[in-house]
């Protein structure tokens, strides 16, 4: 009667869907494939994906998922369909060996490529490219040029730092690196020196934190580096705006350098197709997907040699910091616990 | 000697509609211990840690979360709550400029995920966002400290954005429950003198109570459940503090012992509510009622009237919707409308049509179950169907995961043996792990609606069957089934909305290269270019437009279907649950019971 849908109708396009579902999903042994499971949205590697698929014939399978994905393989187990997993910040890449998803590749071309400070000692995770956690600074009302991390938590800042909420995984890599640096003690000192800095409560995207110093609610802000090319050289105007209304400082600690982050890669336990995830991480570390990838991402190609992304080169020379980033990693429990301590998103 | 037999047979008669037969158990049991499932499965994973996260959470996390927590759901409750009774009382019983138009648009909300909201409002009443660049270009003022404008990233920032789109759930509950139950009452008290106002305070309110109970929690529990909108305006809930236990401190358990505290929470509350009303009786009799006359409000009073009523609906649908139509046309956007959109489009529509078909089958065996027999064991399976909503959804889709690859494990192995090949995951891999994620979240919506629908409907048709012989068989199928086609109806609807809003299960639990428009919208946010997302998120509104629509159109244009001659169209001049020709919404209960 009033129902919208005949019953019938319906039961027998949903099985249809679902059939084409589990037929695509089942018959995926037929030809030669990859299934990558991403914590990064597959849209930013989809160029490289593309060209990956046409140079050798494997066809690329992608799932996205940003919270629970090692669960998910895990749980999954034996017969997981997952080969390769790629994901961004060392907490994740961590995360993923402590919970026993992935294995250790063995290989050369990785490791000749790839410097030790960003991959794991035992493999099982590599770093394919970097982005720097970096101060962002209004062109109008900021006049310096350097600055350290310490800074932030001077009170000449006071009522003019933003910052997305201190759980954010970019930031507690951050507030880890400070850890290694100061200890435990000095970095909570810190946390609440940057906290009583704030312009606002904690909240929104990095993104947003551009927005607000273009507003005038704060000078400066906490930011990765290709977000800014990403508002510079998007095609939205209002975005644009808030990209060119900041100057990026590439902070340093003192004493150290610029915090790095690693986007990366590792190959899952029970990788069924684990020949053709090896050839793929392989081709990640080339000249030419590296250069892909550097282009379309705007991050640091972790290879030397490859060019820099205008925008970002024009922040200067990179000097990354000096404490591996698996060990940044170890502290990240930690750096979570003083966020809550220092009230720092109340 | 008659009358002793009478007696026996009367007894005998009763007994034997207390007792099922053993299919239906085990059915309604099998149905109960699916929604337990997931529950368990949290217990479990909760029980593999120990106490650890405990002391800090104590010390530096809950009190300022749990406060958070109970202001956002009071605030929701409030703003929420009497956006929704007052817009239903208006409407109902009163008559405005504007007033049958408004009734079409009221729920529209209903069709705006919250999370999409959400990052709206940042766009629009954000520091450099559309409103206060303009007001500044206006008033010529530079800079963000130059004058004082609200915080949309804040709590009331929160609690205004969740309330526009959630208020849907109040105003429909109580709109049914106004057009239903109040006329006789409402025209002695207005014999007697009372004012417009103490009409509204007197009989309105409390009349209203159930389905206000009903609509705020349906509205806390979805408030509760949401992670993108409060996290992005930087609201710290605990369901914020979840993520956090679980992503940077890497403790599922400890994340899974607060998801437990958490749920027992939220089922003590259902309790509480339960019990403040348990010897109400709200149901209307089987006698017709006459609805509500409108009185006219006239003046500046009428268009008070229309203020407060299209207000909501410009808050919860018409700026969304303008938003997303402008990016959508800014950004050419349309481009994206190639196979692949279509392919998602697809993929939702087919899992929420399914997944929809299954929770009616299910509801419906539990509801004549229970109609049936009220044993212990039909009114637990109700009770715990009604749990499945009160789970949050990324909660639920990790709770699922491990039994459901348990099953797909167990027939890959049985496979293995026989063929020799490696099946892969079966449910995981086609997703029939959303369909039964769907299943088991949105279950307690048609059973509510599928009950609410029966008890109004007096026992004594079933007696007069039963008198006549008729098996338990024919009552399901020719008394049961046609009696709750119209709560079914309104019940699939809201339930097909539900499912293609649906976000954190959707994401967690599907194969390999499928997105819905739902998981699109978030792919193009996690990029931190939601703006892109706005066809996707434009569809999702569109298409979940539609069923809210006909939910309307069936509730509020059935009277003159039926005072048509041939009456045929409606089909439900059927004894019983047609004929007067009154509202509709008596007969076509949108009430939804937890």
């Not at chain 1, 900021?142 to 995984?169: F, M, N």
């Not at chain 2, 209903?110 to 409002?121: D, E, G, H, K, R």
Request: charged share 20%; hydrophobic share 50%.
């Amino acid at each position: 009667m009033m129902v919208n849908f005949s019953f019938g109708r319906g039961l027998l396009f949903g099985a249809a869907v679902l059939g084409t579902l589990a037929g695509s999903s089942l018959s995926a042994s037929a030809e030669e494939v990859l299934n990558i499971y991403t914590t990064r949205e597959p849209g930013l590697i989809k160029p490289v994906l593309d060209e990956f698929t046409k140079e050798t014939g494997i066809k690329v399978n992608t799932i996205f998922i940003a919270n629970g994905l090692e669960e998910r393989i895990r749980t999954e187990g034996q017969n997981s369909p997952a080969d390769l997993i790629i994901t961004v910040d060392i907490g994740r890449l961590a995360a993923a060996k402590d919970y026993g998803v992935t294995q250790p590749v063995k290989s050369e071309a990785l490791e000749k490529v790839i410097p030790a400070a960003y991959r794991d000692p035992e493999g099982h995770w590599f770093g394919i490219a970097l982005r720097g956690r970096v101060v962002y600074a209004s062109k109008e009302r900021v006049k310096q040029d350097k600055i350290t991390y310490e800074e932030l938590a001077d009170p000449k800042w006071k009522g003019k730092v933003c910052i997305r909420s201190g759980q954010h995984l970019y930031n507690i890599s951050l507030i880890a690196a400070m850890i290694a640096h100061k200890g435990e003690a000095k970095a909570e000192e810190w946390l609440k020196g940057v906290k009583a800095n704030l312009a606002k409560k904690p909240s929104g995207g990095d993104r947003e934190q551009a927005k607000d110093i273009l507003a005038g609610v704060c000078d400066v802000a906490v930011g990765n580096t290709y977000y800014v090319s990403l508002m510079r050289n998007g095609n939205d105007a209002e975005q644009k705006k808030w990209g060119e209304a900041i100057n990026v400082i590439l902070p340093t600690f003192e004493g150290g350098g610029t915090h790095v982050n690693v986007s990366g890669l590792a190959l899952a336990k029970n990788a069924p197709n684990k020949a053709n995830a090896v050839k793929f991480m392989e081709y990640m570390v080339s000249d030419a997907s590296q250069q892909i990838h550097a282009e379309a991402n705007s991050e640091y190609p972790i290879k030397a040699g490859i060019k820099i992304h205008p925008t970002i080169a024009s922040f200067g020379e990179l000097k990354a910091d000096n404490i591996p980033i698996a060990e940044i990693a170890k502290l990240r429990k930690k750096a979570s616990e003083l966020v809550d301590k220092a009230g720092f998103d109340q | 000697m008659i009358a002793k037999t009478q007696t026996a047979f009367g007894r005998s008669f009763r007994r034997k509609a207390q007792r099922l037969p053993w299919w239906l158990s085990a059915a309604v049991a099998l149905i109960g211990l699916l929604v337990l499932l997931p529950l368990a499965a949290l217990i479990g994973i909760a029980a593999e840690g120990d106490a650890e996260i405990w002391p800090h959470l104590i010390a530096n996390v809950l009190p300022a979360s749990t406060i958070d927590t109970l202001a956002l759901l009071a605030g929701i409750g409030i703003v929420a709550g009497s956006m929704g009774v007052t817009t239903a009382w208006l409407v109902t019983a009163h008559r405005f400029p504007g007033r049958s138009l408004l009734v079409w648009l009221l729920p529209l909300p209903l069709a705006v995920p919250t999370y999409i909201t959400a990052y709206i409002y940042v766009e629009v009443f954000d520091s450099a966002g559309l409103v206060q660049m303009a007001l500044r270009e206006f008033m010529g003022w530079k800079s963000r400290t130059d004058y004082w404008f609200p915080e949309i990233r804040s709590l009331p920032g929160c609690i205004l954005v969740m309330s526009a789109v959630l208020y849907p759930y109040i105003y429909i509950a109580a709109r049914a429950m106004f057009l239903t139950q109040s006329a006789s009452l409402l025209e002695v008290a207005r014999t007697l003198g009372a004012s417009r106002i103490k009409l509204f305070r007197i009989i309105a309110l409390p009349l209203a109570r159930p389905a206000l109970a009903v609509g705020v929690s349906l509205a806390l529990l979805e408030a509760l459940n949401d992670i993108g909108a409060s996290e992005y305006l930087g609201v710290r809930t605990l369901t914020v503090s979840v993520y956090n236990t679980w992503l940077n401190r890497g403790s599922l358990p400890g994340a899974a012992q607060i998801a437990c505290v958490m749920l027992a929470f939220v089922i003590g509350l259902i309790l509480i509510e339960r019990y403040g009303r348990r010897d109400r009786r709200y149901a209307a009799s089987a006698k017709r009622h006459r609805t509500v006359h409108p009185v006219p409000l006239l003046g500046v009073r009428g268009w008070v009237a229309t203020l407060l009523c299209t207000m909501p609906v410009v808050l919860g649908f018409f700026l969304p919707t303008a938003f997303l139509l402008r990016e959508t046309v800014r950004g050419s956007l349309f481009d994206q409308f190639n196979t692949d959109f279509l392919a998602h489009f697809l993929t939702t529509i087919g899992l929420s049509v399914l997944a929809t078909c299954a929770i009616l089958v299910l509801a419906v065996v539990l509801v004549s179950a229970a109609r049936l027999a009220k044993t212990s064991l039909t009114r637990g399976a109700l009770f715990v169907a009604g749990l499945g909503y009160a789970v949050p959804g990324t909660v639920l889709a990790l709770g699922l995961m491990t039994p459901l690859v348990g099953i797909d494990n167990l027939i890959g192995t049985v496979w293995r043996s026989l063929t020799g090949e490696r099946l892969g995951l079966l449910l995981m891999g086609a997703a029939g792990g959303i369909i039964i994620a769907y299943v088991i979240r949105f279950l307690s919506i048609a059973t509510g609606s599928l009950s609410a629908g029966l008890d109004r409907v007096s026992p004594s048709l079933e007696d007069a069957a039963r008198t006549l012989g008729a098996s338990r068989r024919e009552m399901i199928w020719a008394i049961q089934i046609p009696l709750m086609r119209p709560a079914l109806a309104s019940a699939a609807l809201l339930i097909f909305v539900d499912c293609i809003k649906e976000l954190p299960a959707t994401l967690l639990l599907r194969p390999l290269n499928t997105e819905t428009l739902s998981t699109l919208v978030y792919t193009y946010a996690s990029r931190g270019r939601f703006e892109d997302g706005s066809l996707a998120a434009l569809v999702i509104v569109l298409v979940g437009l539609l069923p809210v629509i006909q939910l309307v159109r069936s509730a509020e244009a059935r009277p003159k279907v039926a005072e048509s001659p041939s009456g045929s169209a409606s089909g439900s001049t059927k004894p019983g649950i047609g004929a007067d020709g009154a509202d509709p919404l008596r007969r076509r209960p949108v009430t939804i019971e937890l």
